[in-house]
Nanobody, 115 residues
Framework: VQLQASGGGLVQPGNSLRLSCEASGLNLDNYGIAWFRQAPGKEREAVAC????????DYADSLKGRFTISRDNAKNTVYLQMNSLKPEDTGVYYC?????????WGQGTQVTVSS
């Protein structure tokens, strides 16, 4: 089982990035998928989740309207579209797949927002 996160990079404030979390060895449609992030010196925090509670999407309150989580079942991939990026969005972004009795983490992808 592997979750491969990708799409991070260095962007200027106000720009966008789309992160991908591609799964192998498991069917993402059977899991709740979440994106977390960890900024330097801070604890890991939840960013967005799809199919975690009742099948819908959930977002950290501070990110609603800028971030969008989606999934492509045919590609077994979950995306995180991040718009209007701010320097405080800088961190390592991780994807997480969870169901009853099982939990998997991807390796993380670095997002740096800086001018």
């Amino acid at each position: 089982v592997q979750l491969q996160a990708s799409g991070g990079g260095l962007v200027q404030p106000g720009n966008s990035l789309r992160l991908s979390c591609e799964a192998s060895g498991l069917n993402l449609d059977n899991y709740g998928i979440a994106w977390f992030r960890q900024a330097p010196g801070k604890e890991r925090e939840a960013v967005a989740c799809i199919k975690c509670r009742g099948g819908g999407e959930d977002y950290a309150d501070s990110l609603k309207g800028r971030f969008t989580i989606s999934r492509d079942n045919a590609k077994n991939t979950v995306y995180l579209q991040m718009n209007s990026l701010k320097p405080e969005d800088t961190g390592v972004y991780y994807c997480n797949a969870r169901t009853v009795g099982y939990e998997y983490w991807g390796q993380g992808t670095q997002v740096t927002v800086s001018s």
